[in-house]
């Protein structure tokens, strides 16, 4: 058989060992208090897979400490004979010592094959559960030599290996065995794409010998993979050796195999779900599989930001796009329970994903991918869930982003004729059948206003009117579509409105159609609820789990189930809790039991969790409830305990069934004297989650809690801006869910908890980006905002910046409450550049009515600072006119606009007693600034500059009789160009100012007189 290759990682294997038997004692870490099996930190709690793998590795040690080879292989087979937990000991110790020991590796594999009495399934089910749950966090060498041990294991015929190697393939290594061929030339035929790299060339090489061999070689068994085999092969055909490949499999198909009669016979066999599926980790699908079944629709903005961050950031993962497309397509198939609800449909995600292709192959291919079960679409074979995404990202996509529609009908259209000229009667019957089975299924009422929509434009509704003619007729009555079906395009034309945020990671917008949306782009989540009926409790029904627990736990489970009242059923819990605690505990029970308590305690999640009137005994009553003795035991326990992490666990399987758990626990923490001081625990839960990232538990806990109990997450959020100051100050997402329900009782009192020092909700490093991006939230909500940020003692100057953000039809809201801040403040420097930053326009009075109420109250100051900025933005070129404070990105002070705001000022001032254009700081600028600009500046701003010759006018007089010749001098030495120090110093102290205001008068003689400049010359 060919040698199948593996990433360099994995290439390096344990050596042989030594002539003599070495004591199986693992070498001290290397000054790391970790263990040597998984990566961890000081912050992370002991891992209980790990401490119970070195348990099993220090009795393996006590057993052969000292031994020779003979004496030790007998010391174990003799512990194993003793029972079952001595053999799972030793045999998990001797599997450790194989991750963590390379040198001894092959000596403890030959003692693991030895002694093993049950066909190596413990060392199987535990290599599963590394992989699936600790793989990302193995050391190098364990994940090495985890590499090592399954390649042992399918050399040695191990029955089961090939369902480990499944899911090591999901790693990207590769293994053959069985089936796997399909899997590994599946896998290897995708991996080539993304190995083009130099470095990378030697192992693409081997990539693709492997594939070359395996597909001439053992081609039916590759053609399990179906028609995504075709779309694989048509990525990599360029590559010589698979030219040749690709020339037999459409001209020569029985070089391949006699079974095999051509393309067509590949191209109509579906993709089983398994093969899409492997190209994606473990994380991946269970991020996508919770953004496909618990986020809602409107709300995927963060999720979508994490998910990019975490896979999609690199140029070398726009090839996964198309992976992400198959998968959503072909295997994330929702519920119709899920299809009716308002969780985040497949089609949004899709839309997203091509959004985000940077690349116009990598958009083709991700194209391709969407409609690839199109082509060859039987009804009797495909399924409607397979080609529904693609039908309705183009027509929700319609409204909010019409291109995005064009180009996929364009593609729908083209790759008719150009997929495989030969095949172009089967594509076009395929696409046909799509769109029939369409149609028949109800996904969408009509066609035609798809394909005969004004928004696209004419050469393409032409093509479509051609290609498709039977879809573009005119749409029957409305009369005809079905009750449920008017319901739904019902939501299509509210709800679905969603759709115009959902590409562009924003929130949410709800228009009617005919209404045109308002142009700030405001968002807020809009969405149907059911009205709150009278619940009639049935009850609940765990029938299908009671045979998956041991007799012991299925009697404690029923006893709860009948148990009446609170107490009883609180006596009843702490049983189970101490069966959970017991070590022969079978983890494997955890999912089951999870199941029958999220079911049996569905009462328990329903109504309100905080009490009408808040008090020490109603606190404490409302903690008293079955589920909260998990909480409480937790409570009482060290963390390095091995129940701690059993429990966690525990919750994180319920947490899974029941998602209101999570803020269940920090209202647990908050109110239980209890659980006073155990904040920190609600960190160490979201670890042991499914999601393993505590900020993103935390903010999905919280917006539960919002959508649930109002009043409970008012109560919640001092503590949880006081516990959790990384996670909530970071960004505005708590605050924006905080904003979006509270009424203004509820903000007049948590404006106290801030005034009493019980609450932060900013701090100065990152106040300024919150109120950034509180601009786009409702009215209220920015409001809120505000009066929450004034609640604080932050300087103003802080955040003074955002002007430059705020545009003065957009962003009423913030303009409105810094104006009255404003007002309150004496005029820094700062405060005056960044109001005169602001663009001139008529309809916009912020600038001239800030700096008239500055001129009325401060009007010495204002006028320095206005004098320095007028003096500054002259003397500077306007390539380099940049500011140095922390805007000075988006700062675009000229001196343009200053002298506009000016001339405002001045007509508002016009009518009143005000004397600020008389101070001589101002009037020194403008003799300043007019010497020096040019003659549409002086035309544009006259009024203004008449102001600074008045005042030379009164200001030269006197002199002219008594110092005539002094006069004369200054002007011959300044007429070309007053040199700048002297200015500049005239702006750093009033006694200068007035010295050097004398010899500018004759300056405006100078430049009025022809005859005076020749004198001078």
Known sequence: APVIPTVPAAQSSAGPGEARREEMEPSPAKAKPQGRLLVSTPLDAKDELEERLERCVGIVQSLTNGLSEREANDALTANVCKGQQQHEEVCLGLFTLVLTEPSQAQRCYRDLTLVNRDGMNVVLVKINQIL???????????????????????????????????????????LKSGMLIAMSVY????????????????????????????????????????????????????????????????????????????????????????????????????????????????????????????????????????????????????????????????????????????????????????????????PEKDSIMNIEPAILVMHHSMKPHPAITATLLDFMCRIIPHFFPPLE????????????????????????????????????????????????????????????????????????????GCYDNTEAAFSDDEEEVNNKGKKREFRFHPIKEAVLEEPADITPYLDQLDDTMKEKVLQLQKASDTETQCEVMQEIVDLILEEDFDSEQMSTLASCLAELFKSHFRGDVLPDEITEESLEESVCKPVCLVFRNLCTMQEDNSGFSVLLDMLAELYQKQPKIGYHLLYYLKASKAAMGKMSLYESFAQATALGDLHTCLMMDMKACQEDDVRLLCYLTPSIYSEFPDETLRSGELLNMI?????????????????????????????????????????????????????????????????????????????????????????????????????????????????RHWASKHDDTLGEHIKAQLIKNNNQPRKRQSLRSSSSKLAQLTLEQILEHMDNLRLSLSNTKNNFFSQTPILQALQHVQASCDEAHKMRFSDLFSLAEEYEDSQSKPPKSRRKAPASSPRSRKGAAPPANNEEESASSSASEEEDSKPKAPKRKRKGSSAVGSDSD
């Open 187 to 378: 896998t290897y035929l995708r991996l080539i794409v993304d190995h083009g790299t130099p470095n990378l060339l030697s192992l693409r090489q081997k990539e693709v010998d492997f594939c070359i061999s395996m597909l001439r070689e053992k081609f039916m068994e590759c053609f399990i993979i179906g028609r995504d085999l075709v779309r694989l092969l048509q990525i990599v055909a360029r590559i010589p050796e698979m030219e040749l490949l690709w020339r037999d499999l459409l001209h020569n198909p029985q070089a391949l195999s006699p079974q095999f009669t051509g393309l067509l016979q590949l191209l109509t066999a579906r993709t089983s779900r398994k093969f899409l599926a492997c190209r994606l980790t473990p994380d991946m699908e269970t991020k996508l599989l919770f953004m496909t079944s618990r986020v809602r629709f409107g709300q995927q903005k963060r999720y979508q930001d994490w998910f990019q961050r975490q896979y999609l950031s690199t140029a070398e993962s726009q090839s996964l796009r198309c992976d992400l497309i198959r998968y959503i397509c072909g295997v994330v198939h929702p519920s119709n329970e899920v299809l009716s609800s308002d969780i985040l449909p497949r089609w949004a995600i899709i839309g997203w994903l091509l959004t985000t292709c940077t690349s116009n192959v990598a958009a083709s291919n991700a194209k391709l991918a969407l409609f690839y079960d199109w082509l060859f679409f039987s």
């Open 132 to 174: 699936m749950e600790k793989f990302l966090k193995l050391q190098d060498v364990p994940r090495t030599q985890l590499v090592w041990l399954v390649r042992e294991l399918v050399k040695s015929g191990v029955i089961g290996a090939d369902g480990v190697v499944m899911t090591l393939m999901k790693q990207i290594w590769v």
């Open 739 to 851: 904003v979006a329900v509270i009424d203004s009782t509820q903000l007049q009192e948590l404006m106290c908890h801030v005034m009493m020092g019980n609450l932060v909700m900013f701090r100065k490093d990152s106040v300024l980006n919150i109120l950034i991006q509180s601009l786009d939230w409702e009215t209220f909500e920015q409001y809120s905002t505000w009066q929450l940020f004034l609640a604080h003692s932050i300087p103003l100057e802080t955040i003074i910046p955002i002007l430059q953000h705020l545009k003065y039809k957009e962003h009423p809201e913030a303009l409105s409450c810094l104006l009255l801040q404003l007002r309150r403040e004496k005029p820094s420097e700062e405060m005056v550049k960044m109001v005169l930053s602001r663009p001139c326009h008529p309809e916009d009075q912020f600038t001239t009515s800030i700096l």
């Open 425 to 500: 009667s089967q594509v076009r019957q395929g696409v046909f059948n799509s769109l029939n089975f369409i149609m028949e299924k109800r996904v969408l009422a009509h066609l035609a206003p798809l394909f005969d929509n004004p928004k696209l434009d004419r050469e393409l509704r032409s093509m479509l009117r051609e290609r498709f003619p039977e879809f573009c007729s005119s749409p029957s009555p409305p009369t005809e579509v079905k009750m449920e079906e008017s319901v739904a395009l019902e939501m299509d034309n509210h709800v679905l409105d969603k759709e115009e």
